[in-house]
């Protein structure tokens, strides 16, 4: 399990996963199951490799990493209630699939003229979306323990596409003053000095 922790505190900040535990804690009391926990994990990284758009990626991401930030303090709570009983790991899967799923998304958004280094910070910004739309799900479990949304559930989908195009408009904006001071510049009205460099994102520094 100490692969799946560092890779859930690498994206997951504390505030988050307070949250994400506190919400695990009051629909199933943080009770660790193998089973269950490999196949919600299994989902959402097959609901990634499916997705066919920024909006459905980061959404799959974001589901992916709430769930395994709770798999790993449902994990380490029934250790403690029950220490001299062994419990497996989740497969290693997940944690071996998560760079391959990093490196399809910095891509995928570079295509769309995102920079690849954002691609933390829109995960980050969107895991913060899911757990507010499951802040909306009660207790019911349906068959497989997995807990079911309400009927009046609001999916996340929309607000996770405004912040994109909120990500997006403001790279257009930037590369837009980018542009202006590069004519300024070339017309000798701005002085920009020789070692100036200017990066994707339509920042500029020396």
């Not at 295509?111 to 019911?140: C, S, W, Y």
């Not at 590069?182 to 000798?188: K, M, S």
């Amino acid at each position: 399990m100490s692969d799946l922790n560092e890779v859930v505190f690498s994206f997951v900040s504390p505030d988050q996963f307070t949250k994400i535990v506190a919400w695990n804690k009051v629909r199933n009391d943080l009770v660790y199951s193998k089973e269950l926990e490999d196949n919600m994990l299994y989902e959402e990284l097959n609901e990634y490799f499916e997705a066919e758009s920024i909006v459905d990626k980061l959404d799959a991401i974001a589901d992916f990493f709430f769930v395994a930030a709770g798999t790993v303090a449902k994990y380490h709570r029934t250790k403690l209630r029950n220490p001299d009983q062994y419990y497996s790991d989740v497969s290693d899967d997940f944690v071996d699939a998560l760079p391959v799923i990093l490196a399809d998304f910095q891509g995928f958004i570079a295509i769309l003229g995102i920079p690849f280094d954002k691609a933390k910070e829109m995960i980050h910004r969107t895991l913060d979306i899911v757990i507010r739309a499951n802040e909306q799900k009660g207790t019911e479990k349906d068959e497989n323990g997995k807990i079911k949304k309400p009927d009046n559930f609001v999916k996340p989908e929309d607000q996770i596409a405004m912040y994109v195009a909120d990500v997006i408009e403001e790279l257009e904006r930037k590369r837009e003053e980018l542009r202006k001071e590069r004519e300024l510049a070339q017309r000798g009205e701005i002085n920009i000095g020789p070692d100036t460099q200017f990066d994707e994102g339509g920042s500029c520094g020396n």
